[in-house]
């Protein structure tokens, strides 16, 4: 095979590939070709003059005494040869000595060469798919964006990213939506897998807390420049989420940052959420006044967490005014269950003898002719 150096450079520039990389990946075709057409059991090396820029096959023998063991062996046999017939070659040879036997495929007719074309492709394909499982395996959590090809029966959406399809199964798409082909839609990577059988696949998502977080850095240049931290995020995807943000520059709001002016920012990504109502926190590593933040709009008493037998934050039982408890639980225990998610604790509630008044102050229940007092000054 001439000027083997050229084609590998060529292959690479037209799949995006090391040439490199591609050089090994011929050279393992070669040898499995070899192998193939020659004998399975042979130790063959394909080696690359780079001058002449021609590849050929090297069989490689190793020169053993004439009663050693793994010459009666049929598997390693063809490997060695014993220092007798190894002299036949070349009488300067000793034990241990390594005899290299030329082979050229040519030499081997049709069946090799288009063996070798088999093997050539088999191997430049798994590389380029190699090649693209490493780049999207390391996108896992990153947006992406594409062109909707195809929805089949069962609700799966495949879009066209890049060089490859990737699906939107019909469970991570958010609740009420509808894409048809050609629609342009963002999503975030779930997972990638790779199998012989049917090659890459991606899946992507719409309801992961990860593409809210991507479409708020997006959205927001203090989060895209490390300035607000996305700490933590829930969400129950078309209803409502919950962002925990922290500030590393003292003069930037956290949460104002995020909110954006008049609610420009949230507002954008709520709309790519179909309507998710998105609650910002501060952040702290302070876990009681942590909880009672994520516990917003309700107003909290006090907060208790009890830690487990390794220490860890398990549970927080949250005392709270008794017209407060709706607020805390939301509608259908939303509010409840994001805290819950974004705390990674489990949440007790118990109301106390106290209410809010009009300026959300916490103050004693007022009943008996003390609240008649109150009720006529």
């Given at each position: 095979m001439e000027k083997i150096l050229d084609i590998a450079e060529a292959i690479g520039h037209e799949k995006g590939l090391q040439p490199e990389k591609v050089l090994e990946a011929l050279k393992t075709a070669f040898i499995q070709t070899a192998k193939r057409v020659i004998d399975p059991n042979f130790a063959f090396e394909a080696v690359v003059d780079e001058e002449s820029k021609n590849i050929k096959i090297v069989q490689t023998i190793t020169v053993v005494a004439d009663d050693d063991e793994r010459l009666q062996d049929e598997e390693s046999a063809p490997?060695?040869?014993?220092?007798?017939?190894?002299?036949?070659?070349?009488?300067q040879v000793e034990l241990g000595d390594q005899l290299q036997i030329d082979h050229d495929l040519e030499d081997y007719g049709r069946t090799a060469a288009s063996g070798l074309h088999r093997e050539i492709e088999y191997h430049i394909q798994r590389l380029v798919e190699d090649e693209v499982y490493n780049k999207y395996?390391?996108?896992?959590?990153?947006?992406?964006?594409?062109?909707?090809?195809?929805?089949?029966?069962?609700?799966?959406?495949?879009?066209?990213?890049?060089?490859?399809?990737?699906?939107?199964?019909?469970?991570?798409?958010?609740?009420?939506?509808i894409f048809?082909?050609?629609?342009?839609?963002?999503?975030?990577?779930?997972?990638?897998?790779?199998?012989?059988?049917?090659?890459?696949?991606?899946?992507?998502?719409?309801?992961?807390?990860?593409?809210?977080?991507?479409?708020?850095?997006?959205?927001?240049?203090?989060?895209?420049?490390?300035?607000?931290?996305?700490?933590?995020?829930?969400?129950?995807?078309?209803?409502?989420?919950?962002?925990?943000?922290?500030?590393?520059?003292?003069?930037?709001?956290?949460?104002?940052?995020?909110?954006?002016?008049?609610?420009?920012?949230?507002?954008?990504?709520?709309?790519?959420?179909?309507?998710?109502?998105?609650?910002?926190?501060?952040?702290?590593?302070?876990?009681?006044?942590?909880?009672?933040?994520?516990?917003?709009?309700?107003?909290?008493?006090?907060?208790?967490?009890?830690?487990?037998?390794?220490?860890?934050?398990?549970?927080?039982?949250?005392?709270?005014?008794?017209?407060?408890k709706s607020k805390a639980i939301g509608k259908s225990g939303i509010n409840i269950r994001l805290a819950s998610m974004l705390t990674d604790m489990q949440i007790e509630l118990i109301e106390s003898d106290e209410t809010t008044n009009e300026n959300g102050e916490i103050e004693e229940k007022k009943d008996g002719v003390d609240a008649l007092e109150a009720l006529f000054s």
């Open positions: 490997a060695y040869i014993s220092i007798t017939d190894a002299r036949e070659y070349d009488d395996k390391s996108k896992v959590g990153t947006l992406v964006s594409g062109r909707v090809t195809r929805v089949d029966a069962q609700n799966a959406t495949y879009i066209e990213v890049d060089e490859i399809r990737a699906v939107l199964p019909m469970k991570s798409r958010i609740k009420g939506e048809e082909v050609g629609d342009h839609i963002k999503a975030v990577v779930r997972r990638v897998n790779m199998d012989k059988e049917h090659g890459i696949s991606i899946e992507l998502s719409r309801t992961s807390p990860k593409f809210l977080e991507a479409l708020l850095e997006l959205e927001v240049p203090e989060i895209a420049d490390g300035t607000v931290i996305i700490e933590k995020s829930a969400r129950i995807p078309g209803e409502r989420a919950k962002v925990a943000v922290l500030s590393t520059h003292p003069q930037v709001d956290a949460v104002g940052a995020t909110v954006g002016v008049k609610g420009v920012r949230i507002n954008s990504v709520s709309a790519e959420l179909i309507g998710e109502n998105i609650d910002c926190i501060e952040y702290t590593n302070i876990p009681e006044l942590f909880v009672s933040r994520v516990m917003s709009p309700a107003i909290i008493s006090h907060v208790e967490i009890v830690k487990n037998e390794e220490g860890e934050n398990e549970k927080a039982i949250i005392t709270l005014p008794s017209d407060q």
